[in-house]
């Protein structure tokens, strides 16, 4: 130990009961002490951190011993979540700065030490007096990666782990879709900048304006340069070095990505797990992922998905169930007493309990009409392709939908009027339909030239006209790929009811941006080129070749 305990003041008690109020925590059971301590790292980094000890009458012990490792700092804002609304409910709490950050020596680079650090992490309080025995980990976004990388190898003396909107693949993030995903560098930008400069990370977050998850210190504008590499280097000079690493290196499978990649986790954890996402957050198709997979293994895995953007489901919305899985699973005093799969049907805006995630649904079928229509019937034989063209030096904007810090469910009726983006309408529903699960798209699309990308995008218009986006994707497509076959496209999972009066629209356009880099339309290379050619898209519609493949609801 580095630090003598510090009561909890004033301030941090009236922080503390208004956190509360607002996440729903329930009473406060203790005020608490703070400890400022060194943890060595077996290569003699020292990683800073904050022991939090409740302060408990002597008949009284602790409920178990909560760690987490954060990059984002240990202010006030991210600790409450993390700790210390925990902490004031008789728990312990080890919040440690990841290395290179707030206090921790070392470098930042994301991916490379986690699962080594986190390791060193255990060891070390293993060797401390208040240890015991057991732990559970804990926090949402990079906080998860970290735990993700802890449960490759886990600890026989980890019993339970929360991880809200948390990835276990990077590579998977950044380069899955075959288009870079331009949020690394507004997120680099945010680790990078000095803490001086920028404040809290949660506070710069809290700054970010409109549909935009850029700063407004230049990153906008280097974002839109070409060519975008050279434009990025430029803004950010020798910062965030990693995102350079990122750019060079667009294959999953490269082994630059080894360290980066978790997916050994899904595969050795064991422990019960509580998963929380959000139908609007970036990570959700991996939080799926680990879903389904540790499912299948039978590990003890609960999920829990609202009406969520990335932010509002780093624990925002979730602390009553994290409450209750700890009880359960680490303090043993009480029941988490939800079902597997907790999920928020929007459009009925409800909460439902199901026994597990997808539930039963059948499929139904909406074929592409002509340039505009949507229905069950097969489309007339002769009815002709449709077609948009995309111009990289005036993209398809990114309008809500799974930005990292300003997606969500929003207007996007002004897609149905760009002449950039085909906007497939249905005829007015009679009755309700719901739809639970990942719909699909099988399109007969060709493009002239071949280097193109799509984006699709499941929408509800309102009986007043009013489009509200529910589920998308994104795909750079493969310019060798037989054009004479259909694609075959997966949307992200979303849970939503169309009711009788609305309009089922999808959304099908050439780019996303600034949310993916732009397809250029050339051979050469996406984020070092400024060559840019127009791309002729076409959709072939005659004989029902290219639908809308919808997972509803099975009659009971």
Known sequence: MTGEPVKRGFLGATLDYAGSRYVNAGPEQCSYTTQAVQIPMSDGVKLAADFYDPELQDSQKPLGLIMVQCCYGRGAGISFLNARVFVARGYRALFVSTRGTHGSEGTFSPGINEASDSQDIVKWMRQQSWYPGTFATMGASYLGYSQWALLRDPPADCVAAVIPVGPHDLALHVWKTGSFRLDRASWSDSMATPEEERGSFLGRLSKLPGLSFLSSSGLEKAIAGLPLEASLQEYFKD???????????????????????????????????????????????????????????????????????????????????????????????????????????????????????????????????????????????????????????????????????????????????????????????????????????????????????????????????????????????????????????????????????TRIRLIVAGGSFPMYARNLGTEEDRVRSDKTIIQTHKITIAAGVSRLILPVSVPV
């Open 239 to 501: 910062r965030a070095p990693w995102l350079f690493d990122y750019l060079a290196h667009p294959d999953v499978d490269d082994p630059y990505w080894i360290t980066k990649r978790q997916q050994a986790a899904l595969e050795s954890a064991t422990i019960p797990i509580l998963l929380v996402s959000g139908w609007y957050d970036a990570f959700e198709p991996q939080t799926m992922q680990q879903y389904k997979r540790l499912s299948e293994r039978g590990v003890d895995v609960s999920l829990v998905v609202g009406p969520w953007t990335h932010i509002q489901g780093c624990g925002l919305r979730s602390i009553p169930e994290t409450m209750d899985f700890f009880a359960q699973h680490l303090a043993k005093t009480g029941e988490y007493g939800r079902s597997r799969a907790r999920i928020f049907v929007t459009g009925a805006e409800e909460w439902r309990s199901m026994p597990t995630w997808p539930p039963n649904t059948e499929s139904k079928m909406l074929y592409l009409q002509d340039a505009t229509g949507l229905d069950s019937e097969l489309p007339a034989q002769d009815v002709a392709p449709a077609s948009f063209i995309f111009d990289p030096r005036d993209p398809t904007p990114s309008i809500g939908g799974s930005q990292l810090f300003a997606g969500g469910r929003v207007d996007d009726s002004i897609y149905g009027g760009r002449s950039d983006v085909l906007a497939f309408t249905s005829q007015t529903l009679l009755e309700d339909l719901e739809v639970l699960g990942a719909p699909s798209v099988q399109l007969s699309h060709s493009s002239d030239p071949p280097f193109a990308d799509l984006f699709l995008r499941l929408s509800e218009v309102d009986s007043n006209g009013v489009s509200h986006n529910i589920s998308e994707m994104y795909q750079a497509l493969d310019p060798t790929r037989d054009t004479s076959r259909s694609l075959h496209l997966d949307l992200t999972d979303c849970a939503h009811r169309f009711k009788a009066g």
